[in-house]
């Protein structure tokens, strides 16, 4: 539960038993690249939903970036500070993603170490706010919420720290280098994904603890970066808030939700709007498509308007009407790395799933049983026909994926899990 709306309950306070104290509250400071609200994104999604949970019991500072929006900027501070959580941003630059700069920056990039995602978001005004946080205050731990930010506290001694790997990021730069087909490019990402894996390694070896959002995830930061100390806390879902409302569904309805401004969605949506959806009009020429997601570029939309019965929603106060008016939810994604909150939203709010491999890799979820995989574009279109055609054995087997959502990824648990790692951490 991440909003007041969203009428979560609040965790129990820890009390003493059998006459001995309770367990004080630990002082966390946690650094990161922007407050995460509003949520939507999936990172800003877990982000807040633990962090929100652990600040009933701790003492809890988010150490960041200013939000590039100065408006969301003033609403996310109010509502961390509201929900007992102290937030210090500092001011920095964004750097765009376009324009001759953005090209001059990335040829500058030859000649560092660092990964340029590292580089774009190291600034000299967050390490000294690290640096003064520390001096003037007692920290028990030490939270990097994305592993880039890793290098912000490279150089600060003292409290344990935590990496948050909500991806093992080398792993989507070897993919997006596999699906390249522009050789400059292709030249260029293998680059990044080379510097990334020494980086990782790096940044693993000196964290504390290494917490990713899967298993398989964990399984390659101990192989391939020898991370020696790693727990997983899966991504989670807020089940009271995803739930089927009743909604008649439309089988027709093929929904695509995500950030549309992170690029391994964006790859995705290319897919989906050149090659899949398609085929699936071709067969079946009343199937819609919505895509809906935060900050699409203008040249999706352009796109979006020139492919037969298609909707563009961007920036959407609530998904959830999306989730249960659809018939099914699709994830064709190619490029990823953690694994997906949207897989686990949809199936609490009961819509079938058709994914790629990828896409659904993390969850523990099965094929045939509680989701759909198809690999490449015919075999894809010919699941989402499927689905459509046919509605009441998908929904049958969105049921069973509920199920498991229900069990293994409710927020409630997932906090706790965070917080005897914190706790294990910091020795208290």
């Known amino acids: 539960m991440t909003d007041e709306r969203r009428g ?32 939507t994104s999936g990172k800003r999604i877990r982000t807040a939903n633990l962090v929100l949970r652990l ?8 150490l960041c970036h200013r939000n590039a929006d100065e408006e969301e900027a003033r609403q996310a501070a109010t509502f961390f500070a509201d929900h007992g959580v102290e937030p210090i941003m500092v001011e920095r630059p964004v750097p765009r993603k376009s324009g001759l700069g953005f090209y001059l920056r990335l040829a500058a990039n030859l000649f560092s170490p660092l990964p340029y995602s590292v580089t774009s978001h190291t600034s000299r005004a967050l390490k000294e706010a690290a640096r003064e946080y520390a001096a003037n205050h007692s920290v028990d731990l030490w939270q990097c919420e994305w592993t880039p930010y890793a290098e912000t506290l490279r150089d600060l001694e003292g409290a344990p720290r935590v990496i948050m790997a909500h991806n093992i990021e080398s792993q989507i730069w070897q993919r997006y280098g596999e699906t390249e087909e522009d050789p400059l490019k292709r ?15 790096r940044a693993f070896a000196a964290a504390t603890r290494v917490v990713t959002v899967s298993t398989p995830d964990a399984d390659l930061a101990r192989s391939q970066f020898e991370a020696r100390h790693v727990s997983v806390v899966d991504n989670g879902v807020d089940t009271s808030y995803f739930r089927p409302d009743g909604t008649e569904r439309e089988p027709g309805r093929i929904l695509f939700l995500g950030s549309l401004d992170w690029r391994p969605n964006l790859d995705a949506v290319r897919l989906l709007l050149d090659h899949i959806f398609p085929a699936v009009l071709a067969a079946e020429p009343l199937a819609r498509l919505s895509l809906v997601g935060r900050n699409p570029p203008e040249w999706l939309a352009r796109r979006a308007a020139e492919v037969p019965n298609v909707e563009l929603a961007g920036n959407v106060a609530d998904v959830r009407p999306y989730l249960c008016r659809s018939g099914v939810m699709v994830v064709p994604l190619r490029v990823g790395g953690g694994s997906r909150l949207k897989i686990l939203e949809s199936l609490a709010s009961g819509l079938p799933v058709v994914s790629t491999t990828v896409g659904a890799e993390g969850l523990c979820l099965e094929d045939g049983q509680h989701l759909t995989i198809a690999d490449g574009v015919e075999e894809m279109a010919r699941a989402l026909l499927a689905t459509i055609d046919s509605p009441g054995p998908a929904r049958a087997q969105a ?30």
């Open 399 to 428: 049921g069973r994926g509920r199920e498991v959502v229900l069990s293994r990824y409710d927020w409630d648990a997932l906090g706790g899990k965070l917080e005897a790692i914190w706790r294990e951490c910091a020795g208290v």
């Open 8 to 39: 979560a309950a609040p965790l129990e306070q820890e009390t003493a038993d059998g006459g001995r104290p309770a367990l004080r509250p630990l002082h966390v400071v946690i650094v990161d690249e922007e407050l995460p609200y509003p949520l």
């Open 187 to 201: 030249w260029y990402i293998k680059r990044q994904w080379r510097k990334f894996q020494r980086f990782e390694r």
């Open 55 to 62: 600040a009933r019991r701790h003492r809890i500072t988010y």
